[in-house]
């Protein structure tokens, strides 16, 4: 179970047993870009692909803003734990006492093309008794690849490993990176289409592309297991 950061509570609502109130989370805004102009689709969809599958990632939504859409990720938040980005020190640390989470987040940042991983991470290892991991920021993995959308779901759809690098590369256990990149290959087709698919153009994103990805998405799955086997000399998952 993760929470996230109240901004303020701003008013009980006059009806419900359960005591209703309004209030506002904390969240960053992304927006779609020159440099990023399929941002906010991948954001969102990579939210929904990791939803469908539990992969600890943090929540978020999409809302409105003067220049259209924008993909809202909401501010991890424990009361009394502050959390900044994850530290390269603390890696090791983290992959001891995130076993499962880890080797769930190296299958999906995979699974996704998610090259950009970094330090885009939130978990807490000096408080055992809270326990936070979740990941962030996607905007670089699914369409976002290379500069062409057609390009990204190209590479996707071949037996191409993308992410070269990742924070837990040499860190992550063989046992929980085989258990999760057999549950992504086992999902359902039409979950991933249904992840992918807005059944309309969105932003830059025409409805053509949404469905070549979800394509490109239900090959992936089927070679994961053979991408994660032919490139353990860069992945060193440890048993």
Same mark, same amino acid.
């Given at each position: 179970? #993760? *929470?996230? %950061? $109240?901004? !303020?509570?701003? %008013? %009980? /609502? &006059?009806s419900g047993i359960t005591s209703p109130a309004a209030?506002?989370?904390?969240? *960053?805004?992304?927006?779609? &870009? #020159?440099? &990023? +102009?399929?941002?906010?689709? @991948?954001?969102?969809?990579? /939210?929904r692909l990791a939803q469908t599958l539990h992969i600890p990632v943090a929540d978020g939504a999409l809302t409105n803003t003067g220049a259209g859409h924008a993909y809202a990720s909401l501010q991890i938040d424990s009361p009394g734990l502050m959390l +900044?980005?994850?530290l390269k020190s603390q890696i090791p640390d983290i992959a001891r006492s995130y076993e499962e989470q880890v080797g769930a987040l190296v299958a999906f940042d995979i699974f996704i093309g998610n090259w950009d991983r970094?330090?885009?991470? %939130?978990? &807490?290892? *000096? *408080? +055992?008794h809270i326990r936070v991991f979740r990941a962030f920021d996607h905007e670089h993995a699914l369409l976002g690849i290379e500069g062409d959308p057609a390009q990204s779901i190209n590479r996707l759809r071949g037996g191409d490993l993308i992410v070269s690098n990742h924070p837990f590369y040499d860190h992550?256990?063989?046992?929980?990176?085989? =258990? !999760?990149?057999? =549950? $992504?290959?086992?999902? +359902?087709d #039409?979950? $991933? #289409?249904?992840?992918? @698919?807005? !059944?309309r153009d969105f932003r830059a994103v025409a409805a053509s592309f949404q469905k070549e990805l979800g394509h490109a998405l239900c090959k992936r799955k089927i070679l994961l297991p053979d991408i994660i086997q032919n490139n353990q000399h860069t992945i060193r998952a440890k048993s």
């Open positions: 179970m #993760q *929470t996230y %950061k $109240i901004r !303020w509570i701003r %008013k %009980k /609502l &006059s209030c506002t989370l904390d969240a *960053t805004l992304k927006f779609d &870009s #020159q440099e &990023s +102009p399929h941002c906010v689709y @991948n954001e969102h969809v990579a /939210l +900044p980005d994850m970094g330090r885009n991470i %939130k978990a &807490s290892v *000096t *408080t +055992p992550v256990s063989s046992l929980y990176l085989v =258990r !999760w990149v057999d =549950r $992504i290959r086992k999902i +359902p #039409q979950y $991933i #289409q249904e992840c992918c @698919n807005l !059944w």
